[in-house]
C-alpha cells in the first residue's frame, strides 16, 4: 500500500496544485466579467475578454517554447502562479478598464508560459502507465472545478465584496504555487548551456518543430485534427447564451441551470472514468469522446425546448472528460518531453488563430443569415470531422501510437 501512495504522492501534490489553481481560475472569470461589466455598462466590453487570450497567445507563442524548452519548468509554473497572483490582487486598484486590460495581458502572457510548461511537466513528473489515470482525474478535478468556482466566486462577491474576492483569488494561486515548491526537480538545468532567447534561437527551434512534425505525421495530424475538430465547439459556446435565449427561448435561470447540470454530467463522467480507466483503452477513451461530445453538440444545434437542450449538455458534459483525458494522454506519449514546450507552443498557436477567426466568422454568418442556421452548420461539419478522425484512430495500422506500457515517449522521434 505504500509503495502504491509512494507511486502517487508527486502526481497528487500536482493535481490538487492544478485543481487549486482550476478553482482560482473560475473565481476570477467571474469576478473579472463582473467588474468590467460595472465599469463599462457594455457588453462589448466584456465580449473583449474573450479575444485577449488567444490575442495574446498569438503574439507570444512564437518564442515562449524557446525559452521554457531550456529551462527548469517547475520554476516556471511557481512564477506564473506567482505572477497571476500578484496581477489579480492589483485588479481592485485599477482606475479604469483600460488598466484593468492591460492587466489582462499580463495574465495571459503568464498562462501562455504556464500552459506548455505544466503539460511539459506531467509528461516527466508521471511515467507513462500513470499518465492515462493521472489525466482521468485530472479531467474530474476540471470538471469540478467549472462548479466549485464560480459557486465560490458568487458566495464570496455577495458575502464580502468584489476587492476582497480577487484578493481571496490571489492567495488560490499563491498556495497552487506553494503546492508545487514541494514537487521534485525532475530535469537538469545547465544555466551555463541555456541559450539565448534570440531571433535566431526562435527560428532554429521553429526548424526542429517542423521537422518533427514532417517526421510525426500522424501524430501530428490526430492532434491537430481534435484541436481543430474542438474549435467548432469553441465557437458555439461563444453564442451560447444568445442561441439559449433569443432562439429557443430559454430565461437566465435556465440557462443558468443547463451550466450547472453540464457541470454535474462532466463531474460523473470523470468519477466513473478515474475509477475505471485501467479498463478502458486510450483509443476508446479518444473515439468515443469525440464522437459522444459531438453527438451532445448536434443534439444542442437543433433543440427546441429545455429537455432536449439539457440532454445534449449532459451527454457532451459526461463524454468530454474521456475525450480530454484521452487525447491529453496520446499528447504526452507521442510528444518527446525535449521538444514538448516548443511543440505545445507551436500547436497552441494554430489553436488561437482558429479560435479567433472562428468567432469573427461565426458572428458575421449569425448576422447575415441566422444564428439557428450557422450553430446546426457548426455542428454538423464539426460530426463530419469526428468521424474521419475516430476512423483514422481506430485503424489498426496505427497502434503503435496508442500503447500504454512502459516505453519511452521519445520512441517515434
Known sequence: MSGTWGGWKNPSLLLLSLGIAGIGDFIYLVAINIIVYQMTGSAAAVAGLWIVGPIVNILTKFWTGSFIDYRSKKAIIISTYLLRAGFIALIPFAPNVFVVYIFLVFLSIAKSFFGPSSVTYIAMLVPKPKRKRFNSIRSFTSSGAFIIGPAIGGVLILASSLEVTLWINALFFVLAALLVTRLPQV??????????????????????????????????????????VLIFSFAMDAQEVVFTQQVIGLSELDYSLLISLTGIGSVTGGILLSVFSSKISLKSMMVYGLLMTTIGYVIYAFSWSFASVMAGFLILGFFIVFMNAGLATFYQNNIPVALMGRITSIFQLFQSVLQIVFLLAVGVFADFISLRITIVALALVMLAGAVILAFFVKNRENSKYFEEDDATNEVYV
Open 187 to 228: 530535469e537538469d538545468i545547465d544555466r551555463t548551456s541555456t541559450p539565448a532567447l534570440t531571433v535566431s534561437q526562435v527560428i532554429s527551434d521553429f526548424t526542429v518543430v517542423s521537422d518533427f512534425i514532417t517526421r510525426n505525421k500522424y501524430v501530428t495530424f490526430i492532434y491537430l485534427g481534435f484541436t481543430a
